[in-house]
């Protein structure tokens, strides 16, 4: 088991080292020139130069790429170019926010995806199985940010049920946290359905069959320990595009995360908020998976005492 | 005793049929599947014809598209889906607006089609170091969340159809590439793929000939089912301000100009949001048939293990 | 506890079972009117080639066809339940209970994350009412019995920990833990090493004899019925062709189907020159409403009559009570292979 977490661990290392490539890539291609903003718009063209290698933009690629990283395990990010805050510091003390969404939407979905996908594996093809199949078609079509809005049309303004406006009490949590996880437990229903039809159709539960078990017995006991493995990694898997979805809606309900606030910097072209932001999210997601695969090594023998 | 049994079918007459015409037989059948292809059908001549069918200019601002104090006019005889803030028909963005979705949906599954088939198919076929690379490649490109990667890469390029296509594809592309290449591997130990490389066959024909017929199914599953996903992703970058930027009409950033107006105009934001949810509607349906047409046996192999109680 | 106590006293007697699957291309008739009779204690082999119904059997027997298949016809009474047409709730009590099934492969057929032990108790607690701690004693004295090392340490451990051998061993003491009426063990030594095998097989006998278990062996190898049945039938295409005492159908065979299976396999004072005798052609796929005798494609014996005619199970001219074939040939006289 060990060997298998330092395997995911270097993995995850090299995820967040390729991570910073693509950012620092593309900041290398950014038509902004930071050696003109720090110059001056004014500036002659010695002081130009000056501040190019000040900035240490003379550099040969791999050097500055070396810098980057550097500055980057400092913890530093940049700094905004509308408010000259520093990056890290803005990204983080909105961080807490977009966690909080992510944890209640995360919560919506496996608490309504995962009864509803072991029920309609448990009832395969029989009416409950062809309901939750069907209802989770529509669940995988609507994109969460347009249940968003649905929601706050419908929820929030026809029927004055919750709150309009921002807030971030518990109520402004509530549409929110089901736009993003009603899609989100249409997606996890199907794949709790598929991974616990599979562990259905494996030669020992027809072998506790022949044993004499209660059915009951049977799937709590058996069937449901063989599927949770899978499904705790789905959730890990699905992390990132989850957080993608997290960021958009934030937009929508004026959520106040990081992902609003990365939305606002682009229509201000603050490249260092966006990329900062995305440095952050993707290094949270890489954890997050992290973290998810150790849990599955806890939990399968297989993994733990291999 | 004797016991009665069904009548057994003839063979030839099985081989006759084909695999695509077996595979459409079962669409056809499949009525939530052909449903789906109607609405793909209609969306794509709607976007196809748009000029013609669109009332209006989509991005001009039409001189009573506005309510006299200034306000978008709701739907009604004239502008048969209202207009929106700056007096612009709906219709007729939305008919453009689906242009711009089936095009980046079309072009990145293309675009992750070829890269996948290729990626995975040279990677499977040709193993060693060159499969290592290139797997471990995918898998990086796949840790990384779509929606970000492609935030770092609009936030400095220009946004267009092709770049987004391109980025989105490229995410499909790691994907499909793994998918192929597990295939490829497990095809390439067969006898008919050893005949062709023995026989001198050039690798790349071998590829093409041999494994991709085998990999077909599998990969329009897929790209049928990422043309859903590829239009989700452009409406959100698109709504974020990532994506096509105003004036150019896409479902996404129609709601974003109609978002802060959607208490009193709902409509702004409706008709885009049924738009993006009907065109994924319509792929996802397809895509699932297909699958069930094309790929038949996975629920007929759970049918004969599931033991079932007496 | 109930080490030494024999099991139940009822005769399991088969009349006349069909069973058929249906599949896309048609409806597979996988047991044709088969009937046998395995009293206490008796160790009964069922021999055919892969496909000849032998499992399928098995599994009718205790209620556990997959979805698409059913028992057709017949009667398989224990004592006065009549499990072909018996419920749910009544299967339900008799299997693990009162007939329990030891299966091929069992890194597959044991639970892959609960530990061996639990998969003992589990029975004990469900069937004997058995405490935890009772129960656990209990497993780790099974696990002794079977031949499993340390069975303290043995019990927490998972099934991919243990070799092939010991998790054969191990799947078989889930089975006999609670002491049922009839072992049903389909092809358990298949997938292990010939050593292994021998002392699997030893072990199923001694256990069943001790306990006054039925044994219902079954497998393909000839090899592993002869040392450990009393009686053997032979399958073919669904039917049985042969049956009767194991020393009497080996010495004398009056199928041409059994007479090809004792010649198929290797001796060991064949010489180098003498071929292995394989047996021509493939067994009928099963769709097919077949006139006549099923072997009759393959027989070194065939007669028109038997295209025509289906064979019934008689008794055997000139042999022992209880020796039944199915065929028209007198087999009495058919030349042998040599040696």
């Not at chain 1, 448990?122 to 939750?132: F, G, M």
């Not at chain 2, 896409?250 to 709601?255: A, E, Q």
């Not at chain 3, 018996?86 to 299966?103: E, H, M, N, P, Q």
């Not at chain 3, 077949?290 to 008689?314: I, K, Q, S, T, Y």
Request: glycine content about 10%; hydrophobic content about 50%; aromatic content about 6%.
């Amino acid at each position: 088991m060990i060997r298998y977490i330092l395997g995911r661990l270097g993995w995850a290392v090299v995820v967040i080292l390729a991570i910073t490539i693509i950012t620092f890539g593309v900041t290398y291609l950014s038509p902004v020139d930071p050696a003109r903003l720090y110059a001056g718009l004014r500036a002659t063209h010695q002081q130009y130069e000056l501040a190019r290698q000040t900035l240490g933009l003379n550099q040969p690629l791999p050097v500055q790429y070396i810098r980057y990283l550097g500055r980057l395990l400092h913890g530093n990010l940049g700094r905004s170019f509308s408010s000259g805050e520093p990056v890290l510091s803005m990204v983080l003390s909105r961080l807490p926010a977009t966690l909080e969404l992510a944890a209640a939407g995360l919560i919506v979905e496996v608490v309504i995806g995962l009864p509803l996908g072991f029920l309609a594996a448990v009832r395969w093809q029989r009416p409950a199985d062809r309901v939750i199949l069907g209802g989770s078609l529509f669940g995988v079509v609507v994109p969460q940010f347009v249940l968003g809005f649905l929601l706050l049309y419908f929820l929030a303004f026809k029927l004055p049920i919750f709150p309009l406006g921002v807030t971030t009490s518990l109520p402004g949590l509530v549409l929110p946290a089901l736009a993003l996880g009603l899609p989100g437990a249409a997606w996890y229903a199907r794949m709790v359905r598929s991974s616990v039809l599979n562990v259905l159709g494996e030669d020992f539960v027809r072998n506790c069959r022949a044993k004499g078990l209660r059915e009951w017995a049977i799937l709590m006991r058996h069937v449901f320990r063989n599927a949770a493995g899978p499904a705790i990694t789905m959730i890990g898997l699905d992390f990132g595009i989850f957080l993608g979805g997290v960021l958009v809606v934030e937009q929508v309900f004026g959520w106040p995360g990081i992902g609003q606030q990365a939305w606002n910097a682009i229509s201000a072209n603050d490249i260092p908020v966006v990329l900062g932001t995305v440095i952050v999210a993707a290094t949270a997601v890489v954890i997050f998976n992290l973290v998810a695969d150790i849990a599955n090594a806890f939990l399968d023998p297989r993994i733990r005492y291999a | 005793m004797s016991v009665a049994v069904s009548a057994p079918p003839s063979q030839a007459a099985q081989r006759e049929s084909g695999y695509w015409h077996t595979a459409w037989n079962e669409f056809r059948h499949d009525r939530i599947a052909v449903i789906g292809l109607v609405v793909v059908i209609l969306l794509i001549i709607c976007a196809v014809f748009a000029p013609l069918i669109a009332p209006y200019p989509p991005n001009e601002q039409l001189p009573d598209g506005l309510t006299a104090a200034g306000y978008p006019r709701p739907p009604d005889a004239q502008f048969l889906l209202g207009t929106d803030p700056l007096g612009r028909d709906m219709l007729s963005r939305l008919l453009f607006g689906a242009r711009i979705s089936l095009t980046v949906g079309l072009g990145s599954a293309i675009i992750g089609g070829l890269l996948g088939l290729g990626l995975g198919g040279i990677a499977g076929l040709f193993g060693g170091v060159v499969d290592k690379v290139l797997m471990r490649l995918a898998d990086v490109v796949l840790s990384f969340p779509i929606l970000l990667l492609a935030t770092a890469i609009l936030a400095v390029t220009q946004a267009g159809v092709l770049t987004i296509s391109v980025i989105v594809g490229i995410g499909f592309g790691a994907y499909l590439a793994r998918v192929v290449y597990t295939q490829a591997v497990s095809l390439r130990e067969r006898d008919f793929v050893l005949a062709a490389r023995t026989s001198a066959v050039g690798r790349g024909r071998v590829l093409l000939r041999h494994i991709a017929p085998h990999v077909m199914p599998s990969i329009i599953v897929f790209c049928t089912l990422g043309v859903a996903t590829a239009i989700q992703l452009e409406a959100a970058l698109s709504y974020v301000g990532l994506g096509i930027h105003p004036p150019t009409a896409s479902w996404g950033n129609m709601i974003a100009d109609g978002q802060n107006n959607m208490t009193t105009d709902p409509w702004l934001v409706l008709f885009p949001a049924c738009a993006i949810m009907l065109a994924m509607f319509g792929f996802s349906l397809v895509g699932d048939g297909l699958r069930d047409a094309l790929d038949p046996t996975l629920e007929r192999t759970l049918q004969v293990r599931l033991a079932g109680l007496r | 506890m109930n080490g030494g106590l024999a099991a139940g006293g009822d005769d399991l007697v088969v009349r006349d079972l069909s069973t058929i699957y249906a599949t896309s291309h048609g409806q597979i008739v996988a047991v044709r009117d088969v009937s046998v009779t395995v009293a206490p204690g008796e160790a009964v082999g069922i021999v055919g080639e892969s496909g000849c119904g032998k499992t399928a059997l098995a599994l009718a027997l205790v209620g556990l066809l997959p979805r698409n298949g059913r028992i057709a016809a017949g009667e398989v009474m224990l004592g006065d339940i009549d499990l072909a047409s018996a419920g749910s709730k009544v299967l339900r009590t008799i299997r693990g209970r009162r007939i329990a099934i030891v299966f091929q492969d069992s890194m597959t057929s044991l639970d892959p994350v609960m530990p061996i032990g639990r998969q003992i108790t589990e029975g004990l607690i469900e069937h004997l009412g058995l405490s935890r701690k009772q129960a656990r004693v209990r497993a780790a004295e099974l696990l002794t019995e079977v031949g499993v090392p340390e069975a303290g340490r043995r019990l927490r451990q998972f099934p991919h920990q243990l070799s092939g051998g010991l998790r054969q061993r191990a799947a078989i003491a889930v089975a006999i833990a609670v002491n049922p009426d009839v072992l049903i063990a389909d092809e358990p030594t298949t997938a292990l090493d010939v050593t292994i095998q021998a002392q699997l097989l030893d072990l199923l006998e001694r256990e069943c004899r001790q306990r006054g278990m039925s044994l219902i062996l079954i497998t393909h190898d000839l090899g592993v019925v002869a040392s450990v049945t009393d009686r053997i039938l032979v399958m073919y295409a669904g039917r049985v062709v042969e049956s009767g005492t194991t020393g009497v159908v080996f010495a004398d065979p009056r199928h041409p189907y059994t007479v090809a299976l004792l010649d198929s396999m290797p001796r060991l004072d064949a010489t180098l020159r003498d071929r292995l005798q394989a047996i021509p052609g493939t067994p009928p796929t099963g769709y097919a409403e077949l006139a006549g005798c099923p072997f009759a494609p393959r027989c070194g014996h065939v007669m028109d009559r038997c295209r025509a005619e289906m064979p019934a199970l008689e008794m055997v001219t000139g042999g022992p009570e209880g020796h039944h074939a199915a065929c028209f040939a007198d087999m009495t006289t058919a030349p042998r292979s040599p040696a």
